[in-house]
């Protein structure tokens, strides 16, 4: 994400390969560190606390590197980075249910595109 050249870049890179790590193989599909969290619940407190903390930092690397983007200006002052990194973050954690329910590669790349397409929208 750090090398890639834009934010847009970096975001689409991060939702495509998304798209790859949750199909790949038969079973199980999607994130572990996403589907796990919702049955841990009254489980292991430091699991439960170690996923969240996992899925924290992604949001957070998100985050880092949309403000990166406004410092250097290519995107504007105004951006709401938290807001905007929560968004793709819960994209991601869709992306994941949708594979452990059987969505293909190629769905969930369509569904990183759609999200791609709203990124005019979601920055200006």
């Given at each position: 994400?750090?090398?890639a050249?834009?934010?847009r870049a970096a975001i689409a890179q991060v939702l495509h390969a998304t798209a790859e790590a949750f199909t790949r193989g038969d079973t199980?599909?999607?994130c572990m560190i996403v589907l796990a969290a919702p049955q841990m619940q009254g489980a292991n407190a430091q699991v439960c606390d170690a996923l969240k903390a996992h899925r924290q930092e992604?949001?957070?690397l998100l985050e880092r590197r949309?403000?990166?983007a406004v410092e250097e200006?290519?995107?504007p002052a105004?951006?709401?980075c938290r807001a905007l990194a929560s968004y793709f973050v819960t994209l991601?954690?869709?992306m994941s249910i949708q594979a452990r329910d059987g969505a293909s590669r190629e769905t969930l790349l369509s569904i990183a595109g759609c999200a791609m397409a709203s990124w005019s929208a979601l920055t200006s």
């Open positions: 994400m750090e090398t050249p834009t934010a199980p599909r999607g992604n949001g957070c949309l403000k990166r200006g290519e995107l105004s951006t709401d991601q954690h869709g």
